[in-house]
Nanobody, 112 residues
Framework: QVQIVESGGDSVQPGGSLRLSCRVS????????MRWYRQAPGKEREWVAS????????EYSDNVKGRFTVTSEKDKNMTYLQMTNLKPEDTAQYFC?????WGQGTQVTVAS
């Protein structure tokens, strides 16, 4: 049974930075595409970034390109989302996804 757990969410001021972490357990297959999504109150879930360690492919939505960086760490089975220059519109619950599996999310709030 694959389990996904996100962490690292917090409240920060505009311009601040955060690093979200995503731990995958219950799976021995490394290299599949990991995706970050976010959902703000009253809005649909939005794709943010993807990383496929097997191929090295990394993609970002236009909203975060240049500010967010997605990485992965094979030995720890972890995926990270480094977020810089955060804006109020980045406020959302952030979710990690692989295939049909989702974590419970971690809250990011950007406000003065």
């Amino acid at each position: 049974q694959v389990q996904i757990v996100e962490s690292g969410g917090d409240s920060v001021q505009p311009g601040g930075s955060l690093r979200l972490s995503c731990r995958v357990s219950g799976s021995t297959f490394w290299g599949k595409t990991m995706r970050w999504y976010r959902q703000a109150p009253g809005k649909e879930r939005e794709w943010v970034a993807s990383i496929t360690p097997y191929s090295g492919m990394i993609e970002y939505s236009d909203n975060v390109k240049g500010r967010f960086t997605v990485t992965s760490e094979k030995d720890k089975n972890m995926t990270y989302l480094q977020m810089t220059n955060l804006k109020p519109e980045d406020t959302a619950q952030y979710f990690c996804n692989r295939d049909a599996y989702w974590g419970q999310g971690t809250q990011v709030t950007v406000a003065s």
